[in-house]
């Protein structure tokens, strides 16, 4: 299986020197009427971007690490295929009626070319999360729609211009639009899912200073009772629930102050 290389240049693609908006290869050849293909990936692009300055891959271009990402995800589907083949009760079954398990299966997996694994590993990835609900992750959720959307818009240069009809056509553009809502869904999840944890905290935080001024008003109007902070802190932790220690934190501070 050769590795993957981008036909496009992505990099060029969103530099403010394209004032046409166009798809641009790897020669600097600008695609006509690929307007839209351009404004559908530049949030996908600036995605990409900020995955690179989260890992500390600015050093490599954003072709390199399309093509280094898609590689790792290819790689990581034959490795799954590999695994799978070892396990002679799985069994593959095959557009044309064949099933193939075991050593045939490993044999047919190590012969398929990058364009084939990538496809038969996406099959069995949905296969797994449909039927049994297990979602395998190879890298970021959303990073891992990003490459692909650049992916689907690479095959829109290599096939989509030159060979493809209409209807084909339609598809490859259909799987663009499908990673890159996939990719908005899953940064939208990820924002979300974020925003409610700062809410819980905040919501944590402000029940903790209530039971902190609770403690200290008790403390102040009865401290005479207790024999020292530690006895305070013990009998007080019967009232709210924190810890012996963290009120005996609190009772310390405010005396400070």
Not at 8 to 31: F, P, Q, R, T, W
Request: hydrophobic residues 35%; glycine residues 4%.
């Amino acid at each position: 299986m050769d590795d993957f290389k981008l036909s496009i240049d992505v990099e060029a693609m969103y530099k403010s020197d394209n004032e046409d908006g166009l798809l641009i290869d790897v020669n600097g050849n600008k695609i006509k009427k690929t307007e839209a293909i351009i404004n559908v990936g530049k949030v996908v692009y600036e995605h990409l971007e900020s995955l690179q300055r989260e890992e500390h891959k600015e050093h490599i271009g954003i072709n390199e690490y399309i093509d280094s990402n898609i590689n790792n995800i290819s790689n990581s589907y034959k490795s799954l295929l590999v695994f799978l083949s070892e396990n002679t009760k799985f069994i593959l079954h095959l557009p044309d009626g064949k099933e193939l398990s075991g050593g045939d299966l490993k044999e047919y997996v190590n012969s398929l070319s990058f364009e084939d694994i990538m496809h038969t590993g996406q099959c069995v990835r949905k296969f797994f999360l449909e039927e049994m609900d297990i979602s395998l992750v190879f890298w970021h959720k959303s990073g891992f729609h990003a490459v692909m959307f650049f992916l689907e818009v690479n095959r829109c240069f290599d096939e989509y211009f030159q060979y493809l009809d209409s209807s084909s056509k339609l598809e490859i553009l259909n799987d663009c639009w499908h990673h890159r809502e996939k990719m908005s869904n899953e940064l939208f999840a990820e924002n979300d899912k974020k925003e409610r944890a700062k809410k819980a905290a905040k919501s944590r935080h402000s029940e903790t200073n209530s039971m902190k001024e609770e403690v200290l008003k008790i403390y102040a109007e009865d401290k005479d009772q207790y024999k020292s902070v530690a006895d305070a802190s013990r009998k007080l932790s019967r009232i709210v629930p924190v810890t012996d220690r963290t009120i005996d934190k609190w009772i310390r501070q405010a005396k400070v102050s």
